[in-house]
């Protein structure tokens, strides 16, 4: 189980019993519009059930939207073999809204992040998903082991949302742990690190891209100590990869930089006609537990300083960028690693490593490892089976939980944890859980051939 971070407290006080109105009553409730949350809701509306979307920020997509990842499936080649459905939507129905443009080191589309925004309004609105923004979660409502919906804050102050199903897609297994289900929280020390995504604006693009055909840099190239030393295997050290490492190097032996700020390097994502160079993730800070407002407090601040030093490096030492200004800083931080669930199956390294099966497969996800040092890319055509007892936590009912916070172990973590995975996740969740309702069956019980048919329909591989 999971504990809270340790802090000083002044004493305490008793809140005083009060009475909540029920505002709102759903089939399914997905709590978190992010890549998992936005395809549950998606998936289980297109599967017969009223569904309501409860999202924090005022807008939907997550680490889409809010924080601005905009590199949905930057490890798409030509061999890589997908769940496709919803996740491969959002990539469509962007660029068909002039949302996207082609990623700069794979064959997917990559997200604009404000035009995204767009997007997931048109698909909520489409699916007939009775959207609420602006409301945090504040609480489970539970009927014995079972979660039955969930209190939320905002500015109208407390209110309740009754629910049959409900699908916990805050990332940080929110619900779940409330609930009461068993968590693992990775230790601070042991978490990846958070970041601060921005975008430039008045970059020269014919300069800039002339930069990087003279130096073009590889996967290889990621080493060199620290936070970019690798793990590969082998087929990806050749390969193109939009990396920055030399201007930030420079700056550091010029005395620009501060020695100890040699974690300022990593990717940029797309050059803009407009002169535009956007998804910029290059600031990683370790340390910071993103169920932790004090954490997040330190790491919005320092990374929004240290995104500004970033810029500077670029101006001096990269061609095209002389004029580059700062455009926009994601809303929130990118967080990669806090709390998952204990799960009636946890995922493991062998799984993602060696091409699991599974009987109760919601979807496959490519051989995609991302994260504490290793990278393999999915260009031979291996893929794994993502099972729906992965999303299903122990010690409650009522409740899936997709996306990062799904079951499995550190190294597994590093493959589910990406929005595409999430997506499949996701939308595998919601059509569970809709069907569970058509059935009148316990989560625990739902008829898997039944979800498997009906994910077929929805255009989603899971074989």
């Known amino acids: 189980m999971s504990t809270p971070s340790i802090r000083r407290t002044f004493g305490s006080i008793t ?3 009060r009475q909540i109105d029920v505002i709102h009553e759903a089939d399914v409730l997905v709590v978190g519009s992010g890549p998992a949350g936005l395809a549950a809701a998606l998936g289980a509306a297109r599967a017969g059930a009223e569904v309501t979307l409860v999202e924090r920020f005022g807008c939907y997509g997550g680490n889409i939207t809010t924080v601005g990842v905009e590199g949905l499936a930057w490890y798409r080649h030509e061999q890589t073999v997908e ?3 919803i996740g491969r939507e959002f990539e469509t129905r962007a660029f068909e809204m002039g949302a996207a443009v082609q990623e700069s ?19 909520v609105e489409e699916a007939g998903i009775n959207g609420m923004l602006h409301r ?3 609480a489970p409502i539970m009927d014995g082991d079972a979660v039955v919906g969930i209190i939320t804050e905002s500015k109208a102050g407390r209110e309740a949302i009754r629910a049959r199903r409900v699908i916990d897609a805050t990332g940080d297994a929110d619900v779940a742990f409330r609930a009461g289900a068993p968590t693992h929280h990775t230790p601070r020390e042991q978490m990846m690190a958070a970041s601060v995504m921005f975008h430039l604006a008045g970059v020269d693009k014919q300069a800039f891209m002339a930069g990087i055909a003279a130096d073009p840099q590889t996967y290889q190239d990621w080493g060199g100590g620290g936070e970019w030393n690798i793990e590969t295997s082998g087929k990806e050290d050749g390969m193109f990869s939009p990396f920055l490492k030399k201007p930030f190097q420079q700056a550091i032996d010029d005395g620009l930089l501060p020695p100890h700020l040699s974690t300022i390097a990593g990717t940029w994502g797309a050059m803009h006609d407009t002169g535009e160079l956007t998804y910029m993730n290059l600031v990683h800070l370790d340390g ?5 407002p004090d954490d997040l407090t330190r790491g919005e601040v320092e990374g929004r300083r240290q995104a500004l030093l970033a810029i500077e490096a670029l101006r001096r030492y990269t061609p095209g960028c002389e004029g580059a200004r700062l455009r926009n800083f994601g809303m929130t931080l990118g967080v990669r690693d806090t709390r998952k669930i204990d799960a009636v199956y946890n995922m493991t390294e062998t799984d993602v490593r060696e091409q699991a099966r599974f009987h109760d497969s919601i979807g496959i996800y490519p051989e995609f490892i991302d994260g504490y040092g290793i990278l393999i890319l999915p260009t031979t055509g291996r893929y794994m089976q993502l099972p729906y007892r992965n999303v299903l936590p122990k010690g409650v009912r009522n409740l899936l939980v997709p996306g990062r916070s799904s079951g499995g172990d550190r190294i597994s973590h590093a493959a589910t944890r990406n929005m595409a995975c999430c997506a499949v996740l996701g939308q595998g969740a919601g059509v569970a859980a809709a069907l569970s309702l058509h059935s009148a069956r316990e989560l625990a019980d739902v008829d898997i051939g039944a979800v498997q048919r009906e994910l077929t329909r929805q255009g989603v591989r899971h074989q």
């Open 15 to 17: 809140e005083p019993a």
């Open 83 to 85: 769940a496709d459905g």
């Open 105 to 123: 080191q794979s064959q997917s589309y990559e997200l604009d992040s404000e035009g995204f925004k767009l997007v997931a309004d048109r698909l």
């Open 136 to 138: 945090s979660f504040a």
């Open 288 to 292: 910071i537990d993103g169920t932790d």
